[in-house]
């Protein structure tokens, strides 16, 4: 199949916003991106993602600029048009993040969406960053040509990701009709191996997509590809 021309917005206030734009652009020709800091992009774009990065320092720039953090809540909530976060953009995407809410509290702002309980920094800081297998996402809802996870032969619960968690949370507990895609099984930062558990590392609700590791850095656009099937067939169904 052909790849309609689409446009995905990737919020550029801070953080790894050029890494998303290049995995996205890769995948097809017709796709181009766009860097969002203001409210009116948001009309010109058929879905957004919310990148890796600091999401206090994100959360005050948004916050200082004249009704961006309203327009993205409406956004998410609203427009219907697909919104992936990965690791600090989920932390912005989720209701509930340890010591905060969905809006400002002890100084992280938080966009909201999905009914999911984050933790910030669960696996430690910058140094105890690490890579680990963690579960491949599903197939494209829309397949284009070009798409590896729409001809790959690695199929099934044993196929695998390369997550890449850097100062990465985890979510704790998600509430009802959020689906979870993967988990982990991890100890908390600064604990030994016997308290590991396992802990939610990607997970969608309706058009919100959310993983905890970072896809933009590792070497495989699957997750890249799934969230643009998602976008494609948001925009076919419009």
């Not at 020709?29 to 206090?56: H, K, N, W, Y």
């Not at 340890?98 to 969406?113: D, M, R």
């Not at 919100?208 to 590791?213: E, M, R, V």
Request: net charge negative; glycine share 10%; proline share 5%.
């Amino acid at each position: 199949m052909t790849t309609p021309s689409i446009t995905i917005g990737v919020l550029a206030l801070q953080g790894a916003f050029e890494e998303h734009q290049r995995c996205i652009e890769s995948i097809s020709p017709s796709i181009t991106t766009l860097q969002i800091r203001t409210p009116s992009q948001l009309s010109q774009i058929d879905g957004i993602i919310f990148p890796g990065g600091e999401s206090t320092a994100m959360g005050l720039i948004g916050d200082a600029t004249t009704g961006l953090w309203g327009a993205l809540r409406t956004f998410v909530r609203e427009s219907g048009k697909p919104t992936w976060g990965t690791c600090a953009g989920m932390i912005l995407l989720a209701e509930r993040c340890v010591g905060t809410s969905a809006v400002i509290t002890k100084g992280q702002s938080l966009i909201g969406g999905v009914d999911i309980l984050v933790c910030r920094n669960y696996f430690g800081s910058q140094i105890s960053s690490f890579e680990m297998d963690t579960p491949a996402p599903p197939r494209p809802e829309v397949c284009v040509d070009g798409m590896t996870s729409c001809s790959s032969a690695e199929e099934g619960e044993n196929a695998s990701f390369p997550g890449v968690f850097i100062r990465a949370p985890a979510i704790l507990t998600a509430g009802a009709g959020v689906e979870v895609l993967g988990k982990v099984v991890a100890a908390p930062w600064a604990s030994d191996e016997t308290n590991a558990r396992e802990v939610i590392c990607a997970v969608k609700k309706g058009n919100i997509l959310c993983t905890a590791f970072h896809p933009e850095i590792a070497d495989d656009l699957r997750w890249h590809e799934y969230f643009v099937g998602m976008v494609l067939a948001s925009k076919q169904s419009a």
